[in-house]
Structure formats: C-alpha cells, structure tokens
C-alpha cells in the first residue's frame, strides 16, 4: 500500500509548480557553482600548486613554510576557505604564524559566502522541502482527501511514510541532478574532479544532504500535522527555517564573542608594544651598567645584550599566545552553540567529510605543530644549535671611550645537500577518520531527524481527520 | 472610505499570529544586536583612543605619523566594511599607503571567526522585517478573494485603487510598529551610553535610514499585493513570494559579487606583487649598496650623516614610484567594486544595503576617503621630507623651518553620505513605485 502511496504523491509533486520552480533554481545554483569553482581552484593550483603533487618544503634551515594545498572538494563545502590563510610559517622560536593573504586581494568587493553545494543544500533545499510538505497533511484533510484514503485498509503510519518519501526522492532527484551537472561543468573545462580518493567523501555528502533534507521534510509533516490551515503551517515552518538557517549561526559568533574574554587585536598589539619599551629600557639600563664599569667583560656584554633581547621575543610569543588561545576558546564557543540549528551541524560535518573550513584548518595546525617537533631536530642535527630569532647589530661604548660592536646574529644556513628533509605529512585524513570527525554532528542531525518525525507521527495518529 | 480601509487592515494586521511573532523576532534580534554592537562600539572606541593618545606620547620622542580613523558610532545601524577593513595607517616615507591595518586583513579574529557573519539593524530589518512584509500581503487580496469578501468590499462604492491603497496603508502602519520600536530602542542605548555622543547631523542620518527602511519594506508589501493580486490562491502566492524574496535576498547578493569577479577582471594578486616586486628591486640593489657603506661607518664610529640622507632619499622615490603602481591597483579595485555595487542595484536588498551604509558612513566610500585622504597626506609629507633632508646638509637652521602637515582627522559630513547613498534610496523608490504600479494593474484587470 505504501508504494501506491509513495506514487501517487510522486506523481502529484512532479506535476505541480513549486518542484518545477526549486528544479529550475536548483539546476541554476549547482550551474554557478560549477561555473565558479573552476576559476577559483585554477587560480589556487597556480598559487599553490596541485593537489597530487607531494608536498614540497622549502628546504632552509632558517624556518619553512607550510602551504595548504587546493581541495578538490572545495564545490561541495568551500567553508569560507577564500578568507582563511593558506600557509603556515614555521618558525625556529617554536612559533607558528599564519601567512596572510595577499594584500593585493579586492578588498572593496563584499566578502560573500561562495555557492557551494553546502550553500544550496542549507538554504534552498531547506526552503523548498518545506514549500513542498507544508500542505501534506493539512492540506487534504481541508480537501477532504485524507478521511477518503484513511478509510482504505492503509494506516496513517504508512500515509506519513509515504508522504515523507516522496519528498526525501525527489530531493535527491534534484540534488543528483544538479551535483552531476555541477560535475559535469568541472570536468568540461578541464579539471579532473572528483579524484579517485574524493568519490566516497562525495556520497557520504549526498547521503549527509539527505539527513538534512529529511530533518525539513520531517518537520514540515509535524508542522502540517498540528496545524488547522496550511497557511498557518507555512508560515511556522519559515519562521523555523529563518531561525535555523540565517539566524542562530550568526548569533553564535556574536554571544561567543560576549562570552569568552579574548583579547582584542588592538589589546595585544598594545601589549606587544609596551614589552618593546620595556626591552629599549633594559638596553639603556644595560648602557648604563657598562658606563658604569659594572660589567666590563665583552662576553659578559654581549651575553646580557643577548639575554634581554630574547627575553623580549619570550614575552611577545607569550602575548600571541594568549591571543590565540582567546580565539580558539571563542571560535570553540561559538561553533558548540552554532550547534543548536541544525544547519551548522550539518555544515561542521560536511567541512570534516570533505575536510575543509575549521576542520581543515584545525588539522592543519595540529600537522604543522608535529612537523615542527621534527624540523626542528633535524635543524639542529645540521647546524649544531638552534638560534631562535634574528638580533640586529648593536654598538656599545666603555667608560674608556672605546667601542664593542655585537654582531647580528642569524639563524644559520644549511649549505650542504638537504635532500633528506623529512617530508611535511599534510593533513588526509582516511574515510574512517573523516566518519569519526563528522559523526557528533551527524548523530546530531539523525537526533533532530528521530525527534521531528517522530513527533510528526504521534501527532497525525492522535489527530481527528 | 480608504479611511476606513486602513483602520480595518491595520488591526486585522495587529491581532493576526504572524505579525506578533515577527515583531517579538525583530525586536528580540533588535534588542540582542544593539546590545552586543553597542558594547563592540565602545570598545573599539576605547582602544582607538588609547591609540591616539599613545601616539601623542610616541610623538615626543620620535616622529612616526600615523593617521586613525574612528569608529562611527551608528555603525550599529548598519556595520558595513566598518569592522572588516582596517583602522590605521602608519605613514612610512619608502611606502605609500596602501591597505589600513587593523581589523580584517591583519586581523587574526578573521580567521578563527571566519563562519560567522554578524548581524545588525540592517541585518534585521533585511531578512525579517521583508519577510514581515510579505506574510502580512500574500493573502491581501488572495485571500479575500478565497473567501468570498472580496466581492462584498467591491460592491461598495469604492474603487479598486482606493482598496488597494488602504490596503496598502494600513499594512504598512502595522510595520511601522516593529520598524519604530527597533530604532527606538537602538536610540535608547546609544544615548543611554555615556561613552557615546551625537551630534544634530547624526539625528538626520537616523532619520534618513529609518526613511530608507521604511521605502525597503514599502517594496514588499507592494510586491506582496501585486502577486496576492494575480495568484490563483494564497499559498501559490506565499511560495512565489518567498522565492523571490530567497533569490533577492540570500542568493542575488552573492551572484553579483561573484559576477563582477568573472566579468569584470582585474589583475590577480600575483601579478600585482610581481609588478612591485619588479620596480622595488631596481632601487634595492642601491639601497643594499648605501647600506653596507653606512655599516661600515657605523663600525668604524665615523659619520653616516650624509649616506642615511641618500639612503632615506632614494627610498622615498622608490615610494613614489611604487606609489603610481599602487594607484592603478586601487583603481582596478574600485572599478571592480562598482561594477558589483551596480549589479547589487538590480535587487531592493542590494539597494538597502548600499543605502544604510552610505548614510552611517561605514560604507566603502568612506573608507576610500579615508585612504584617499592618507596618501595626499603622505604626498605632502613626503615632500616637505625631501626639503628637509636636502637642507639638513646644507643648511641645518633653514632645514629646522620646514613645517610639516598636521596628520588629518577625517570627517565625514552629512551631505557627502547622502550623496553617496541617493542613488540607491532613489532606485529603492523606483521600485516600490514599479510594484504598486504593476499591483494596481494586475489588479484592476483580475477577477473578483
């Protein structure tokens, strides 16, 4: 009986304006996106080199950078991969600095999210599924076309599940209809996407797509179950969506910020500055010491001069430490609490599958911290010692007028063949490990699901048609 | 008889479910999103005039100028670029200014919060206060159609335009009240902040944006009545309305972004670092020659003076050089901004935005004043630099009487915001005067 079912609202969806109209707008997106894509990861292959290449390192032993490498799963879930660093310095104090973007990016363009499938999937497909299932039940028990189908030997589970169905299908109709043109776009202008290595991520993402799809659909059933009139449904159900979907995952970042006590950008600079000063000030005070034949000795001299001014760089790296422990505390904050829509869950498990966004970038730094470890002990395997930081030349003058020049002192060279500079491990994770990185979020998602359809189901059984 | 009209929408309006859980929603998001601006506000205020003062102080000891631009207080309004581009210039004589520093670019907030969007008024009176519109007219005349009034109310004596009107009227005196309560309420803590101050010219920016507001939501409520008008039932109504309202809200912004990207492109960042890179490596060879001669003096404890002034010399043409390079680019950039603030014109949501933050002045046009008026700074200064550094050989007494200009502070006065914003609050007019004509035409010839 449930395929009669399945097929009659089949046949009723596919008939009516509304599926033509996400179909129309559906096919558009996926089109742009494909569109979109190429030029951005052509520009990002030339900038940082292909994907399949190994990993290269610059080979000093002065410090090295890291570069994150273009995703070729970035169509599916960019997660704002255009505003985050793509390289990593690694520096001989221990530091790990974020390279900048170029500053000869337009910055007068408004920064806009891209159109990735993420994108699509989040807002548009969120809103048609509702568009389609908001009148589902409501509707024919106004027609009068629910009493006349639950007199049959059917039971209402079955007409829920039906109903559900149908939708869930067509969905995926649609977004596999987009996501092969989208595909089909990518590869015509000659790039090879997916890789052999990107297949299962990908449907694992249709198949995340559709937890998600369902969530809506689920909703829009439990919507139309309560409700007396579909308008009243409809509307409901759009408040929801706009709560979910634009709403909370811009709020999260907003209460995280009230929160967690980050310093500010400018709070830290000031704070860099005010140890700055203070180093000027312990060199004077050494000036004086030296004019006043307390130290004499010039490798006394040239110790303390070295001494303040790494203490110096101890405290800066302390201060940006604290910044950045600041940020991530609030970036942690706010995407726990983003967790309440499930559109950012869906998001966070979409970035660990097709590993990018935050995921990525978090992999990134946790790889490079690693590779650190074991740059640095290859550096001093090659060079003997390790001298942190670069110092500028400094004059000193004795009480009996004469002048010790310090030298700047520089992390040395490696001259000789560093053909067996460990390589970079970047960050890929396997299939098991993306399923473990997406899974809270996708059980979160499965939750909503269990919830929504359940109370969907409860109440049509309790209901009078 | 419209009189009439409007007094029966506007309480139908009042007493309806959606309209109370759209204002409870706008005030909320109101409410939350002038608390939290106003506090970011006062912080950036904060640390902006600590930087001043710490300047001050820096000054007496040695001469680095660096030009600040201050927060604008009605950014909670409308945020605009206010939060995303930078906020100091610091004017070094080899380079010219190109990028403010601060937030945004050098900013490392940008990365770790890089998922979250913020929201202001704007914010809301965009997204919720157009959704507000459409639900309050989808079913306007669709609706009364649906259950037979319709025909009751056009029996009277009045005339379809009449009808129209009041309910045109009476809708949006029902959206007055959300839009009147948030503006009031964001007033509330700004003037109940005793680290913020307005002035008469930021009273006539609030009321100018509340008048732009009010033309973004009259396009919906007209665009509303005009399908209400021509669609066979309310919901297929509700569904065309709410597609146009996601394509002109969530999707339109990104496609004219990513249009003018493709269509109309600019030099890619590599190229333009490799053309500086190309005229600053002709002067450094120089550079790197003086140097070594000045260390040598140094080592030696002789006199560098007249090898630092040749070296402070070339390094200041090479700015001006780069500086001819650098403007192109930020030509490029302009050119490329403008084409995608043109496209972004085709859509109310894209107008409002352009509007609301021209007239709070944390549009783009503000800061390009801002930059604008650094690097002239920075021309002056680097030429009354070259007097002085010519003088100090050879004439020590005359090189001390060069003045040198005062840093600017940058205003931006009333005028040149509303100049900048005409002609998107024009456009905005244009529409809500094209929906009301094609809601009057649609309905005029349909059936009742």
Redesign the interface.
């Known amino acids: 009986m449930i395929w009669i079912i399945l097929r009659k609202e089949l046949a009723y969806h596919i008939t009516t ?2 599926a033509f ?1 996400f179909l129309i ?1 559906s096919i558009s ?1 996926f089109v ?1 996106n494909g ?2 894509f190429v ?1 951005a990861y052509k ?1 990002d292959v ?2 940082y080199g292909d994907p399949r290449a190994e990993s290269r390192v610059g080979r000093s032993t002065i410090g090295t950078a890291l570069t994150a490498k273009p995703n070729p799963l970035e169509f599916c879930v960019e ?2 991969a255009h ?3 793509r390289m990593l310095s690694i520096n001989l104090d221990g530091t790990i600095q ?1 390279q ?16 990735d499938w993420s994108f699509i999937i989040q ?2 497909y969120a ?1 048609f599924c509702v ?1 389609l299932t908001f ?1 589902a039940i409501s ?1 024919e028990r106004l027609r009068g076309t629910l009493r006349l189908m639950a007199s049959n030997s059917v039971s209402r589970a079955q007409i829920l599940l039906g109903k559900y169905l149908a939708v869930l299908i067509i969905s995926l109709a649609v977004l596999l209809i987009g996501g092969l043109i989208s595909l089909a776009i990518i590869n015509l202008l000659s790039v090879a996407i997916p890789m052999k290595a990107d297949v299962v991520p990908l449907l694992l993402f249709v198949l995340l797509s559709m937890f998600y799809v369902s969530l809506f659909v689920s909703m829009s059933l439990l919507a139309s179950s309560l409700t007396r009139t ?3 449904a ?2 409901s159900l ?2 929801i969506v ?2 979910l979907v ?2 909370v ?6 209460i ?3 929160l967690v006590d980050a310093p ?4 830290t600079r ?1 704070r860099s ?1 005010a140890v700055g000063t203070e180093y000027v000030e312990a060199a004077r005070e050494l000036r004086e010491r030296i004019q006043n034949g307390i130290i004499k000795d010039r490798d006394e001299i040239v110790k303390a001069d070295r001494e303040t001014y790494l203490r110096m760089v101890e405290d800066r790296k302390q201060i940006q430490k604290e ?2 422990s600041g ?2 505390g ?2 942690k904050m ?2 726990a609490l ?1 967790l309440i829509s499930p559109s950012s869950a869906f ?1 966070a498990s979409g970035e660990s599958l097709a590993n990018s ?2 995921v990525f ?1 978090r992999r990134f730094r946790s790889a490079a911290e690693r590779y650190q470890v074991i740059y640095l002990g290859y550096v001093e395997s090659k060079v003997g010692e390790i001298i942190p930081t670069w110092q500028p ?1 400094g ?1 000193f003058r004795l009480p009996d007028k004469s ?1 010790i ?1 310090i030298p700047e002192v520089r992390p040395k060279q490696y001259d000789g063949d560093m053909s067996d500079l460990p390589l970079f491990a970047y960050p890929n994770p396997s299939i098991p490990e993306r399923l473990q990185s997406a899974l809270f979020n996708t059980a979160l998602l499965v939750l909503w699901n269990v919830i929504c359809f359940l109370g969907a189901h409860i109440i049509f059984i309790r209901r009078d048609i | 008889m419209i009189r009439y009209i409007v007094a029966r929408e506007f309480l139908d309006s009042l007493e309806s ?2 309209f109370i ?2 204002t409870v ?1 706008c005030i909320f ?1 109101i409410v ?2 002038v608390y ?1 601006s106003t ?2 506000y006062v ?1 950036r205020l904060r ?1 902006h005039n ?2 001043v003062a ?1 300047h001050e102080e820096e000054r007496m000891r040695t001469y680095q100028p660096k030009i600040y631009r201050k927060p604008q207080p009605l950014g909670i309004f409308s945020e605009g670029v206010d939060k ?2 930078g906020n100091m210039v610091e004017i070094r004589i080899w380079e010219s200014p ?2 403010a520093k ?18 202001d008024v704007a ?1 809301t009176i965009k ?2 206060l157009s ?1 507000l519109a459409i ?1 309050l007219t989808y ?1 306007a005349v669709s609706g009364e159609r649906e259950s037979g009034l319709l025909k009751l109310v056009l029996s009277n004596s009045i005339s379809r335009g009449a009808f129209l009107i009041g309910k045109l009227l009476g809708r949006l005196l029902c959206l007055l009240i959300p839009l009147t309560m948030g503006v009031i309420i964001s007033l509330l803590f700004l003037l109940t902040n005793p680290s913020i101050q307005l002035e008469g010219a930021d009273w006539i920016r609030i009321g100018i944006f509340f008048g732009v507001a009010l033309s973004y939501v009259s396009v919906f409520l007209c665009a509303g009545l005009a399908v209400s008008a021509v669609a066979r039932s ?3 109504s ?2 065309i309305l ?2 146009v309202w ?2 002109t809200i ?2 339109h ?3 004219s ?2 249009a ?3 269509l109309h492109p ?5 190229t ?2 490799r053309k500086v890179r190309s005229i600053e490596e002709e002067y450094q060879k120089r550079l790197n020659e003086i140097w070594a001669i000045i ?1 040598q003096l ?2 030696e ?1 002789k006199d560098q003076i007249e090898y630092v002034i040749q070296y402070n010399t070339i390094n200041m043409e090479k700015g001006q050089v780069v500086d001819k390079t650098k403007q192109d ?1 930020l030509n ?3 050119a ?2 403008s084409f ?1 603030e043109n496209l972004s014109r085709l859509s109310p949501a894209g107008c409002f935005s352009n509007a609301a933050e021209a007239i709070v002045s944390t549009d ?1 046009g503000a800061y ?1 004043k801002f930059i604008e008026r650094t690097r002239q700074f920075w021309h002056q200064h680097v030429t009354q630099r070259k007097k002085w550094e010519k003088l100090l050989r050879e004439n020590m007494e005359e090189a001390r009487k060069i003045e040198f200009p005062e840093e600017p502070v940058v205003e931006y006065p009333l005028a040149e915001s509303i100049q900048r914003a005409a002609p998107d609050i024009a456009l905005l007019i244009l529409f809500t005067g094209l929906c009301f004509i094609a809601s009057y035409a649609l309905f005029a010839r349909c059936e009742v």
């Open positions: 304006a509304r109209i707008i997106l742009i569109l979109t030029g520009s030339e900038t997660g704002n505003i985050r660093p974020s900048r973007r170029s500053q000869y990016e337009n910055f007068k363009l408004p920064d806009v999210r891209r159109i807002t548009i809103l568009v009148d509707g579909s308008a009243t409809l509307l759009l408040f706009i709560v634009f709403v995952p811009n709020m999260a970042g907003i995280a910020g009230k500010t950008d400018y709070e000031a500055d910044y950045e940020l991530m609030k970036q706010a995407e983003a998001q966004g935050a970038q030349p004059t002048i020049n | 479910l959606r859980i759209s929603l998001l939350f999103t939290v506090g970011d912080d640390d600590a930087a710490a995303h581009v190109f990028r601060g937030y945004g670019w050098q900013s490392r907030e940008t990365e770790y919060m890089a998922s979250f969007a913020s929201i914010f997204f919720v959704l639900f079913d309310s919901a297929s509700l569904i709410l597609t996601i394509l969530a999707i912004p990104v496609l972004v990513i003018a990207r493709n600019i030099d890619s960042p590599r333009m670092e260390s140094r080592k404890g680019f490029q950039f302009t490329q901004a995608a783009i390009d």
